[in-house]
């Protein structure tokens, strides 16, 4: 009404409520991100245990030393469960992981020294090249392991699951998202004309003498 000092509400979102509902959305997001999905396991699923990928800052993709214990504990697991499989989660942190200066940007083909990963990699990189070491180095059967991802997760790890036999590619009991390597092991295979990565190997990780 003319005359009348009208007091508008200045807050963000406060004229929009879609943008309302993005900031919360996104809000949401980020928690989920920091917390990863808390959920119960599945019947017939046991986490093992996991590894970490945050001491090689230059190949942050790298199956590092630490390892050992984690890769040799579920190769014993597999080995004492013929009928099971493995399923491999691996994650990235947008906080403590970076793309380096020129790092992927502009490159169109894979990287296969693991000096040059795309960020967006990082996490289907970490899964694969375990799956790769295990397969390499203690002969399991690479149709046995299933590289997968989760992106409701944030952190520089791929934990390791113990699953029934009967997991596949589009079934992996845990609904963490599939990955697509080459050459593809775990069947029914994906579609030929999707992207796909090549695991990026090392040698053989040197057993410590225990000390006196």
Same mark, same amino acid.
């Given at each position: 009404?003319?005359?009348?000092?009208?007091? &508008?509400? %200045?807050?963000?979102?406060?004229?929009?409520?879609?943008?309302?509902?993005?900031?919360?959305?996104?809000?949401?997001?980020?928690?989920a991100g920091a917390?990863?999905?808390?959920?119960?396991?599945?019947d017939g699923v046991e986490q093992l245990c996991a590894i970490q990928f945050d001491k090689d800052v230059k190949r942050p993709t790298r199956v590092e030393d630490s390892a050992l214990g984690c890769l040799e504990m579920a190769v014993k697991r597999l080995k004492a469960r013929p009928d099971a499989k493995l399923v491999l989660v691996g994650v990235k942190s947008f906080e403590r992981d970076h793309e380096a200066e020129g790092n992927g940007k502009m &490159?169109? %083909?894979e990287d296969t020294t693991g000096y040059d990963v795309r960020l967006e990699d990082l996490a289907a990189y970490r899964a694969l090249n375990t799956k790769w070491y295990l397969s390499k180095w203690y002969h399991i059967d690479p149709a046995r392991i299933l590289p997968t991802t989760d992106e409701f997760r944030q952190g520089q790890e791929v934990t390791f699951y113990l699953v029934p036999g009967d997991a596949d590619f589009y079934h992996n009991y845990l609904d963490t998202t599939k990955t697509n390597e080459r050459p593809c092991t775990v069947k029914p295979c994906y579609p030929?004309?999707?992207?796909?990565?090549?695991?990026?190997?090392?040698?053989?990780?040197a057993v410590r003498p225990a000390p006196k």
């Amino acid at each position: 009404m003319q005359g009348e000092s009208v007091k &508008r509400d %200045t807050r963000l979102g406060s004229e929009c409520p879609i943008v309302t509902a993005v900031i919360a959305c996104m809000w949401m997001c980020a928690q989920a991100g920091a917390k990863g999905q808390v959920k119960p396991l599945p019947d017939g699923v046991e986490q093992l245990c996991a590894i970490q990928f945050d001491k090689d800052v230059k190949r942050p993709t790298r199956v590092e030393d630490s390892a050992l214990g984690c890769l040799e504990m579920a190769v014993k697991r597999l080995k004492a469960r013929p009928d099971a499989k493995l399923v491999l989660v691996g994650v990235k942190s947008f906080e403590r992981d970076h793309e380096a200066e020129g790092n992927g940007k502009m &490159r169109e %083909t894979e990287d296969t020294t693991g000096y040059d990963v795309r960020l967006e990699d990082l996490a289907a990189y970490r899964a694969l090249n375990t799956k790769w070491y295990l397969s390499k180095w203690y002969h399991i059967d690479p149709a046995r392991i299933l590289p997968t991802t989760d992106e409701f997760r944030q952190g520089q790890e791929v934990t390791f699951y113990l699953v029934p036999g009967d997991a596949d590619f589009y079934h992996n009991y845990l609904d963490t998202t599939k990955t697509n390597e080459r050459p593809c092991t775990v069947k029914p295979c994906y579609p030929a004309d999707e992207e796909s990565l090549a695991a990026q190997p090392r040698a053989r990780i040197a057993v410590r003498p225990a000390p006196k």
